[in-house]
């Protein structure tokens, strides 16, 4: 039985330590087996070459000014934000780390890799820097620091790959290591760089924070279980965001806000009445009068608009209609009704909390209205954009699919309506138009109206991702839920939804990629955003003239970093939840 | 044995799709305990017929009556009547997203309000019944049809239905897997459980009936014990599908 075809594969297998030979094999399988081929490798080859020299020339090109991006770094973040409450946003991304490097530890984030694949990763990027010393124009210095820093990555990848020797399958590099060292290359980067030395303090203390926290949370999951931690986690960092945004960049003064005389009358009136009639409409007892009575408090909630009243009362009213509707489903035993009545006095706790935040006015001096710019402006658009229209366009997908024409016929209105608009008409009308909706001593910040705007656009689109994974559920789904006996809506939320949003997280990743990206739009009504700022401020400042070109591209660096770390995270999530493998 | 209430009484049940009349008028009354196997070839309304009575499928003329409620369009008595009979589909109909005991303890916690410790020890009492304990905390998709058919089985079960219908429980599957559910079906009919099963096995029909109907075009043409029916049918087409198949 000596077969040369089996001998040989068996032959090659056993010898994988020559990577030249593999790599000149390799090439004249893929890249020259016929001569159409080779000439379009030749070809193609020449096309990169032309574009990398072209590109790396104009980066590395002595004309560049790119000392403006960490003299400008302020402006880019925050734009007018004042420089004596700077400390205010270091707080801010201090939390934002801590809680990154928390959740780092506690997710597990990339687990561990392999010294085969570090090294190679290492080589890569030494290569890279050869590359640029061979192609780019640029002064002799910048060649050959390149040319250095290129080979000696090369030689430690090479260093890495071989003493991993044939143990490299079992043994693994941690991620905290690899992390680790990144950070202290970026910490001696932001060291080298030209900016001033309280900001290259605050940013090494940055970058302590995201360690200890990363520490931390592995000593975390050693004691406490991995789900609830994950659960807390999750509720920190909804909870951060507004708590950074209203609270420490605004440094909100309550002194005009009605807390006594209504807010905490309220709070109070809404938990125990409300608490008592939730328990009472989820106990099983009330049967039909529990339905009439939620009935009631959503038509009582619709009137509190069209009187004078307080807007903590009307969005109160709101979130007890809501309650009450959901009472008969989620009630039933003790401890269901228990739970719900706990989850509304929070509910109630959390909304009159974001009211009294919203009805302050800002302490900071110079900011009456616009309190931030920039980078800031730009993730808060995206972040509040995006969890008011994930709600919003998840309840228009179930309107347009709905059984009743009524539900129907308006999701399907607003969903083509606002399809057919461009985003910057939308921008407009709710800059102009919105106010005339509202009531008369209500004045929204442009702020405000434009993640109104942004939210609106963008739950459109959502609602159609949705409306295409919910078609996608199988019939029988749907008649085996029935067959039990759950009502429509336990059928919705414990069956259909979640499959049909697992099934479009591809293009719901695409929608929050776009929203991000889109919300470059609201410098049209004035707003100072990222892109806005590293397109007509920095390069006009006296010092910075003509640079308009280098900031540009930095921005174009900045929005993909983080749109690329978008796309990643969701193919991460798109193999734990184990989507195409069902 | 059967008992001596009458559990399902149906009474000139008509269906049509457009313009094709699924069910041709009929009529059936099924004893508590009671099981019947319905054959017939495919396109017969047998399907469609069992899915009626649990509202699945909404007849037009004629009534239906199970466990002393009729079936109309008022909402509470459907999720009433769904709640007490349990159904397995051919194609198993799990929820891929939960897990297996997540699966079956999903309707008694939240239709029967039993708290999450009562439906996951019942739960866990019932894959020890079709063979499975093992397997509780895997998705349906590691599962082999076998094995998924067993939990879709006991999600069933679970709601302490007091009538079972099965819906070809065996026609997806692979030929080794088929005794695995079969076995499972005929212990619940030693139990005195009441059930409506269409199948293609004339086996189980043979060893567990207490009655088989024969459907065609829409109605019942023939009914009787399975010697009767195995041995000595009386209708033509009875006897030309039963030399088809067996």
């Not at chain 1, 000392?67 to 973040?77: A, D, G, S």
């Amino acid at each position: 039985m000596s077969d040369p075809i089996l001998n040989e594969v068996s032959a090659s297998e056993a010898a994988p330590e020559k990577p030249s030979a593999g790599a000149v094999r390799w090439a004249r399988e893929n890249l020259f087996s016929s001569v159409l081929n080779s000439i379009l490798s030749v070809l193609m080859l020449a096309l990169i070459v032309f574009f990398v020299k072209g590109l790396l020339s104009y980066v590395f090109s002595d004309e560049r000014m790119w000392n403006v991006i960490p003299r400008n770094m302020k402006l880019y973040w925050t734009e007018a934000y004042p420089v004596a409450e700077m400390t205010r946003t270091w707080v801010s991304l201090g939390i934002v780390m801590a809680l990154t490097g928390l959740s780092l530890a506690v997710w597990k984030v990339g687990g561990s890799t392999s010294p085969r694949q570090f090294g190679r990763t290492l080589t890569s990027i030494g290569i890279a820097g050869v590359v640029i010393a061979i192609l780019a124009d640029a002064s002799g210095g910048i060649r050959v620091g390149a040319a250095v820093v290129g080979a000696v990555l090369i030689m430690a990848g090479q260093i890495v790959r071989l003493t991993a020797g044939p143990r490299f399958k079992e043994e693994t590099i941690h991620i905290r290591s690899i992390l680790f060292g990144v950070l202290v290359v970026i910490g001696v980067i932001v060291w080298i760089l030209p900016i001033e030395s309280g900001t290259k303090v605050n940013l090494t203390v940055q970058g302590g924070v995201l360690v200890v926290s990363y520490i931390l949370g592995e000593l975390i999951v050693r004691f406490v279980s991995g789900g609830l931690a994950r659960g807390v986690l999750i509720g920190l960092w909804l909870l951060s965001l507004p708590v950074i945004y209203l609270v420490i960049q605004r440094a909100p003064i309550t002194g005009d806000v009605p807390l006594v005389s209504v807010f905490l009358p309220s709070v109070v009136g809404f938990i125990v009445v409300g608490g008592a009639l939730l328990w009472w409409a989820g106990s099983g007892r009330a049967g039909e009068a529990g339905r009439l009575a939620a009935g009631v408090v959503v038509l009582a909630a619709l009137a509190s608009w069209l009187v004078s009243m307080p807007m903590l009362v009307r969005f109160l009213l709101l979130a007890l209609a809501t309650f009450a509707l959901a009472a008969p489903t989620f009630g039933g035993t003790k401890q269901a009704q228990k739970n719900f009545v706990v989850a509304w006095s929070g509910a109630v706790l959390i909304t009159a909390y974001f009211m009294a935040m919203m009805q302050a006015e800002t302490g900071l001096e110079g900011l009456q209205g616009e309190f931030i710019g920039g980078l800031n402006l730009t993730f808060l658009l995206a972040l509040a954009g995006l969890a008011i229209s994930f709600p919003i366009g998840i309840m228009l997908a179930l309107g347009r699919t709905s059984s009743m024409p009524i539900f129907r016929l308006l999701s399907t209105g607003y969903i083509e309506t606002v399809r057919g608009v461009p985003l910057i008409t939308v921008l407009f009308f709710a800059n102009l138009v919105i106010n005339r909706f509202l009531p008369r001593e209500v004045e929204l910040d442009d702020v405000v109206k434009a993640i109104v705007a942004v939210a609106l656009f963008s739950a459109a689109y959502l609602a159609e991702n949705v409306r295409g994974g919910l078609q996608s559920i199988p019939k029988g789904q749907y008649e085996a839920a029935k067959a039990m006996g759950l009502s429509t809506v336990q059928t919705t939320v414990f069956i259909t939804l979640p499959q049909a949003l697992r099934s479009v997280i591809p293009a719901i990743v695409g929608q929050v990629i776009s929203l991000f990206k889109d919300t470059s739009l609201v410098a049209i009504i004035g707003l100072a955003d990222f892109l806005r700022v590293a397109r007509d401020i920095v390069p006009n400042q006296p010092a910075s003239l003509g640079s308009l070109r280098e900031s540009l591209l930095f921005a174009m660096v900045i929005y993909w970093i983080f749109t690329f770390n978008v796309s990643r995270a969701s193919l991460r999530l798109e193999r734990k939840l184990g989507v195409g493998e069902r | 044995m059967p008992g001596e209430k009458d559990i399902i009484i149906t009474e000139g049940v008509k269906k049509w799709f457009g313009d094709f009349q699924a069910l041709k008028g009929v009529d059936l009354t099924v004893k508590e305990g009671e099981v019947v196997v319905i054959i017939g070839p495919s396109g017969s309304g047998k399907s469609t017929f069992i899915r009626c009575i649990n509202r699945l499928e909404v007849h037009q003329e004629g009534r239906i009556v199970v466990d002393g409620v009729e079936l109309t369009n008022d909402l509470r008595n459907i999720e009433k009547i769904r709640s007490d009979v349990g159904m397995v589909f051919q194609q198993f109909n799990l929820f891929p997203h939960l897990t297996v005991m997540q699966n079956i303890t999903l309707a008694p916690i939240w239709v029967r309000k039993h708290t999450r410790a009562d439906a996951e020890a019942t739960a866990m009492a019932l894959l020890e019944r079709v063979g499975i304990p093992e397997q509780a905390e895997k998705f349906p998709g590691q599962l082999s049809g076998g094995q998924q058919q067993r939990v879709a089985i006991a999600r069933s079960l679970a709601m302490e239905p007091r009538i079972m219908l099965f819906d070809e429980p065996t026609s997806a599957l692979d030929p080794e897997m088929i005794k695995e559910v079969l076995d499972v079906m005929k212990e619940l009919a030693k139990s005195g459980m009441t059930m409506l099963v269409v199948t293609h096995e004339m086996g189980f029909a043979k060893e567990v009936a207490d009655r088989v109907l024969f459907f065609d075009y829409g109605s019942i043409v023939e009914a009787g014990t399975p010697e009767h029916f195995f041995t000595s049918p009386e209708h033509d087409r009875t006897k030309l599908f039963l030399s088809q198949i067996l």
